[in-house]
């Protein structure tokens, strides 16, 4: 009972520093994206074709957390924006990581901020970080059962990004039933069939974003 409770109080502490991130977010005309997927799933490179997309339109900034190393910091590091690299040592970003992570970055003229979660289906479902969208990629070796095996994180996202659609044929996943299980869960969900490595299908991707933004202006 008493662990229930902690958990409990943990995540009512990690929703109220996410609620701060959320207003400055909206006080500096910031849309925030969190992007998460498991280990390999091409997180970072979905980042990547993004940014090349949408930096000449945009300040993007990215927050990158990962449980050692900075190999994903270093591989954004060529395109001259703000980036800062969170070693976590646990499995999730949580909402006080960010707030850590926004000191260290300069968000002057930045109007997309991106942050890479830990490559994990699980916890980052379960925190909020101040995002105004949260992207699950998912790509077509992992299998069509995800869906299934992880409710939550299909209720939570906006987005899905059904990722390395150019190994379609060399692995059985099935695409219309990963939607249709996805869709019995989160009936709103958007799915995107892309491939970050030949830069397949990111267009309508950032096309549905940009969209989204403008949408978070005219909230603020
Ligand atoms: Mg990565
Ligand atoms: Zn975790």
């Known amino acids: 009972m008493a662990k229930i409770v902690i958990a409990k109080k ?20 910031i849309s925030a994206i969190d992007i998460m997927g498991s280990p390999g799933s091409g997180k970072t490179s979905v980042i990547e074709r993004t940014i090349e997309r949408l930096k000449d339109e945009i300040g993007i900034a990215v927050i990158g957390g990962d449980l050692a190393t900075s190999l994903d910091a270093d591989r954004l590091a060529k395109y001259d924006i703000p980036v800062v690299q969170i070693n976590t040592g ?25 942050i890479e979660n830990v490559g994990n289906l699980i916890c980052p479902a379960g925190f909020d970080l101040g995002q105004d969208r949260k992207v699950l990629i998912s790509s077509v070796p992992e299998g069509d059962d995800k869906p299934l ?26 695409t ?7 869709l019995n869960i989160n009936p709103e969900v ?5 491939s970050a490595r030949i830069g397949e299908g990111i267009e309508d991707w950032t096309n549905w974003l940009r969209k989204q933004m403008s949408k978070d202006e005219i909230k603020s």
């Open 10 to 29: 943990v995540l009512e502490a990690n929703d109220n520093i996410a609620a701060r991130i959320r207003d400055r977010f909206r006080e500096g005309g």
């Open 90 to 114: 646990t499995c999730h970003l949580t909402a006080y990581m960010i707030e850590q992570g926004l000191e260290e970055l300069d968000l002057d003229g930045v109007g997309l901020l991106i």
């Open 149 to 174: 095996k992880h409710p939550l994180m299909m209720r939570i996202c906006q987005a899905i990004l059904i990722n390395k659609m150019d190994l379609i044929n060399f692995v059985d996943f099935d």
């Open 176 to 182: 219309d039933k990963f939607k249709r299980d996805a």
């Open 190 to 194: 958007q799915f995107f069939e892309v």
